[in-house]
């Protein structure tokens, strides 16, 4: 594992780059929004290809935050009705920076600050923390949030984070990295194989945000019990069959026919977020559909809905949550 300054922002703070490698994966990730910048993986010929989404420069990632490429996401990620929610009989206003809801944080969420860094598990991965202040962005409660990336025995990914606070709050955190198994420069990632344990999703209404019902899959385009290919057209979260668990436990597949690779994830979460990238703007290096993001997480707008998982912290709690990347080819 080593650490390099990776850039500087405007403001002068500097940015660094820790670089993971184990059982033939290597991944970067940066102090500046807890940004997974690349995942090098090789093919069954053994040809090393980048297979996240992620910009060479910091500038890059200054001039196109809104797709979040690799980003932690937080406070709460996904969209929250309205740009609020109520909690203990209190309505709390947030930013709305998407259409009329609140979207993955605000206007300056968990992805666009600089975190503080130390090595973590023995050397073998790194630990990224902030104070999130009382007020942030809208969100009640100091909160206190460290997220782990380490690389396993096997070069699995995992991503572990976990939260405290001194007053009541919600917190959803995820990760949003793009990935093209094929590879980052390979153009579209659409026709990748996708399996989901879900019999269930959450429909939506017009701006994103879910009708309260669970839907079934079965007969839909949505259903992924079965590994097939995925096209154009996804922004769905799913109700994992597993529900909120303690461990990680694997939920979801992807996989490039082509080249061999093939992405497990697991998690403790309760959802899937499957997003095929097809509102990528011109002026990005990555076409609509250039990377499949997998994002694990609690339901879009749980603040809202009591009769989805709860997404409250309070003092004296604490928030944990694991997600693990592994790669196979």
Known sequence: MRSELFGTLPDGSPVHRWTLERAGVRARVLTYGGIVQSVDVPDRSGRVAPVALGFQDLGGYLAHPGPYFGALVGRYANRVAGGSFSLDGRTYRLARNNGPNALHGGERGFDQHVWDAEPADGGLGVRLSRISPDGEEGYPGR???????????????????????????????????YWNLAGAAAGTALGHEVRIAAARFTPVDGTGIPTGEYAEVAGTRCDFRAARAAGPGFDHNYVLDKGVTPDPVEVAELRDPASGRTLTVSTTEPGLQLYTADHFAPDLPFAP????????????DSPNRPEFPGTELRPGGAYRSETVYGFSW
Do not use: K
Not at 148 to 177: K, M
Not at 292 to 299: N, S
């Open 143 to 177: 909160l206190a949030v460290s997220v782990t990336y380490t690389l396993d025995e096997s070069g699995a990914l995992r991503i572990a984070y976990e939260a405290t606070t001194d007053a009541p709050t919600v917190v959803n955190l995820t990760n949003h990295t």
């Open 289 to 300: 559909g250039a990377g499949i993001a997998l994002e694990t997480q609690h339901f879009p």
